[in-house]
């Protein structure tokens, strides 16, 4: 036991010794920022410009539904962020990452309510959001409001949509580059 843990040593020893041969010098950046606080993100509704965490989609008949993968209109949300109270700086985007319960690459509505039919997510590039895939970048610009346009509608996600509550509680982060 001690001869192999001294050839191990031995081994070691001459792996380092032989790649000093090969050492360089360089420089590393590193960049970041220090902020006092979180900025406050709020949930706008862009038909009355009224603030909350609640985002009415308002009533489909099921009927109204095609094919699985059609989607019916609900509604616009922002998410905005305050640049005259937030630390903006000059070339800042932001990304945005919803989760929530998946339903494929949608989000499942609560149980209980209606059946075969998801939230569908979708950012100012129209592309569908995936729980957990982070949106298209949003420029920021100091010193003034900036709005984040996003939106939910239905999608059906079977070959039947029953009646019934269609919500689902979904969280997200802003995350700021």
């Known amino acids: 036991m001690k001869k192999s843990l001294l050839a191990l040593s031995l081994g070691l ?3 380092l010794t032989g790649t000093s041969a090969f050492a360089n010098t360089g420089n ?3 960049e970041g920022r220090i902020t006092t606080s979180t900025c406050p993100i709020q949930i706008i509704n862009p038909e009355d410009q009224q603030s909350g ?5 308002g009533t489909v008949d099921a009927s109204h539904f ?3 993968g059609s989607e019916l209109p609900g509604k616009g949300f922002i998410l905005r962020i305050n640049g005259t109270t937030c630390p903006i700086v000059k070339d800042d985007v932001a990304k945005v990452t919803f989760t929530g319960a998946p339903a494929g690459n949608f989000f ?3 149980p209980g309510g209606a059946s075969g039919v998801a939230i569908a997510l ?4 129209t592309n569908n959001l995936a729980p957990g895939a982070a949106s298209a970048d949003y420029p920021l610009i ?3 409001i900036n709005d984040m346009r996003f939106d939910a509608l239905y999608r059906k996600t079977e070959a039947t949509v029953t009646a019934g509550a269609a919500s689902a509680d979904i969280q997200f ?3 700021i580059n």
């Open 53 to 57: 965490n609640h985002v009415n989609m």
């Open 108 to 110: 499942a509505v609560k």
């Open 13 to 15: 020893a001459a792996g």
């Open 66 to 68: 095609g094919a699985i």
């Open 142 to 144: 100091p010193g003034v």
């Open 28 to 30: 590393i950046l590193f």
């Open 122 to 125: 979708k950012d100012i590039t």
């Open 173 to 175: 982060v802003v995350d």
